[in-house]
């Protein structure tokens, strides 16, 4: 996958705006040839023609469905239709195109390219401000359905964070539990600042 600066593995798109725009992603495919024996590399190369069927895991990911591949390598456009997801589903939305030989499917599939894209939580309006918040500030909220956890489980939520927010308040309420059960639960809050990387110096 050829990017602007360096070569990446996939696609990973994570924004703080719910209203996901279409964009179009550029993937280059080489073929590795590995030397026979009794055979030249030159040979081999000027013999390679793979007539490869792509195909799409998703409907928001198009791309043609047929591509002819010489040992150079051939690029191709993929339409990521991100607009196409519902503002309202939350979570990590998961793709990806497969490359398989159209003479031979039996192989399998010879590349995979992964395309993830973050939907953030939508931030609604508080009904009611809290008295210890302070002069002038405005609240907000986050609300997320009610779920059983058992041990070990990990859910993990992903929230647009408005630009004027400072700090926040994070409430968790039992449904139904009964009072002589006792559960240990680790909230653990990572923060995600634009045009980086990482996420170690920002996690609490």
């Known amino acids: 996958l050829r990017g602007s600066s360096h070569s990446m593995r996939g696609v990973y798109v994570r924004s703080n705006d719910t209203n996901l ?9 080489k073929p590795e040839l590995h030397a026979m024996k009794n055979r030249t590399m030159h ?24 591509m002819l591949v010489h040992a150079q390598g051939r690029e191709f456009r993929v339409l990521v239709a991100a607009s196409s997801l519902d503002p309202l589903d939350e ?9 398989f030989d159209a003479d031979r499917p039996e192989l399998g599939a010879l590349f995979r390219i992964p395309f993830t894209i973050v ?9 009611s401000p809290r008295a210890s918040m302070p002069p002038g500030a405005s609240a907000i909220s986050v609300g997320t359905e009610w779920r059983p956890f058992r041990a ?11 630009s004027e927010a400072s700090w926040m308040t994070v409430e968790i309420a039992a449904r139904g539990a009964s009072s002589k059960l ?23």
């Not at 725009?21 to 495919?29: I, N, P, Y």
């Not at 070990?152 to 408005?162: A, K, Q, Y």
């Not at 006792?182 to 923060?191: D, E, G, T």
Request: proline share 5%.
């Open 119 to 127: 939907q953030p939580t939508l931030c609604m309006a508080a009904l």
């Open 152 to 162: 070990g489980d990990l859910i993990r939520h992903f929230v647009s964070v408005p």
């Open 91 to 99: 979570g990590v939305h998961y793709a990806n195109i497969e490359g």
């Open 21 to 29: 725009e279409d964009f179009e992603a550029s993937v280059f495919v």
């Open 182 to 204: 006792s559960a240990l639960m680790c909230l653990h809050a990572v923060q995600l600042p634009l045009r980086t990387h990482t996420f170690k110096q920002h996690q609490s």
């Open 43 to 66: 040979d081999d190369r000027l013999a390679l023609e793979v007539h490869l069927e792509l195909k799409c895991s998703a409907s928001w990911l198009q791309c043609s469905p047929h």
